[in-house]
């Protein structure tokens, strides 16, 4: 006992004391700051800022668009003038003979060719009205050949005469490929594609003339006698 009592009265003499022994800590891994917006948030907000100015834009677009004066359609093109009086046709084929009409002085239509006699009023102002409608679908640059189309040896040529003595030369050449149309060169110089149905009626009078009265051929029969049946005699000597 005696021992245990020195021992304290040295500690407390001296003005130390026996400390815990104390254990070294471990520092912890340093926390991750998580990001405010996520990568899913960013994409929505960017796909909303995106259709918020399509919506915009399609908005100004449509009141553009309301504003705007309306742009004119662009008007068919015609080989010859709205409203002019066509006064004459002739048609001739590359291979044949013409046939031509006219409007007499009492304004009355008349063949001239093959025959001078009065045509069908109704055929031949069909026929005018066609020149009228003849639409023009393409021009043809002046430059290319005119070979390339038909037009070196035109099928036909079509003379159309109008109110005051005016004349212009039709040259008619290969069909289109789509056959929607024709190539035709007008007095020599330009080169169109003209649509078929205009060409095609006009054509038509080479080989159909618009007579006033085309009278119905009769066919003729020829009576060819039947053989006998009687021997013939046998002649005596």
Same mark, same amino acid.
Do not use: C, H
């Given at each position: 006992?005696?021992?245990?009592?020195?021992?304290?009265?040295?500690?407390?003499? @001296?003005?130390?004391?026996?400390?815990?022994?104390?254990?070294?800590?471990?520092?912890?891994?340093?926390?991750?700051?998580?990001?405010?917006?996520?990568?899913?948030?960013?994409?929505?907000?960017?796909?909303?800022?995106?259709?918020? @100015?399509?919506?915009?834009?399609?908005?100004?677009?449509?009141?553009?668009?309301?504003?705007?004066?309306?742009?004119?359609?662009?008007?068919?093109?015609?080989?010859?003038?709205?409203?002019?009086?066509?006064?004459?046709?002739?048609?001739?084929?590359?291979?044949?003979?013409?046939?031509?009409?006219?409007?007499?002085?009492?304004?009355?239509?008349?063949?001239?060719?093959?025959?001078?006699?009065?045509?069908?009023?109704?055929?031949?102002?069909?026929?005018?009205?066609?020149?009228?409608?003849?639409?023009?679908?393409?021009?043809?640059?002046?430059?290319?050949?005119?070979?390339?189309?038909?037009?070196?040896?035109?099928?036909?040529?079509?003379?159309?005469?109008?109110?005051?003595?005016?004349?212009?030369?039709?040259?008619?050449?290969?069909?289109?490929?789509?056959?929607?149309?024709?190539?035709?060169?007008?007095?020599?110089?330009?080169?169109?594609?003209?649509?078929?149905?205009?060409?095609?009626?006009?054509?038509?009078?080479?080989?159909?003339?618009?007579?006033?009265?085309?009278?119905?051929?009769?066919?003729?029969?020829?009576?060819?006698?039947?053989?006998?049946?009687?021997?013939?005699?046998?002649?005596?000597?």
């Amino acid at each position: 006992m005696a021992t245990k009592k020195a021992t304290k009265s040295t500690a407390a003499k @001296s003005g130390k004391t026996t400390s815990a022994v104390r254990t070294p800590r471990t520092k912890s891994a340093p926390r991750q700051n998580k990001p405010v917006f996520r990568t899913g948030t960013w994409v929505t907000v960017l796909l909303l800022a995106a259709a918020v @100015s399509a919506a915009v834009y399609m908005n100004r677009q449509a009141e553009e668009a309301a504003n705007a004066e309306p742009t004119p359609a662009e008007e068919a093109a015609f080989l010859f003038e709205q409203g002019a009086l066509v006064t004459g046709i002739e048609v001739k084929p590359a291979d044949g003979d013409p046939v031509a009409l006219e409007r007499n002085e009492g304004k009355i239509w008349v063949l001239t060719k093959p025959d001078k006699v009065e045509a069908d009023p109704g055929a031949a102002e069909a026929a005018a009205s066609q020149v009228g409608a003849l639409s023009i679908a393409a021009e043809i640059d002046s430059q290319k050949d005119p070979s390339i189309f038909g037009l070196a040896a035109p099928s036909y040529t079509i003379t159309v005469t109008l109110e005051g003595g005016k004349t212009s030369v039709l040259e008619v050449g290969d069909s289109t490929p789509s056959e929607t149309g024709y190539y035709v060169r007008v007095d020599g110089k330009k080169m169109y594609v003209v649509t078929s149905s205009g060409i095609d009626a006009l054509v038509s009078l080479s080989f159909l003339p618009p007579y006033l009265n085309t009278p119905t051929p009769v066919p003729t029969f020829t009576a060819t006698p039947l053989p006998s049946t009687t021997p013939e005699a046998t002649p005596t000597p």
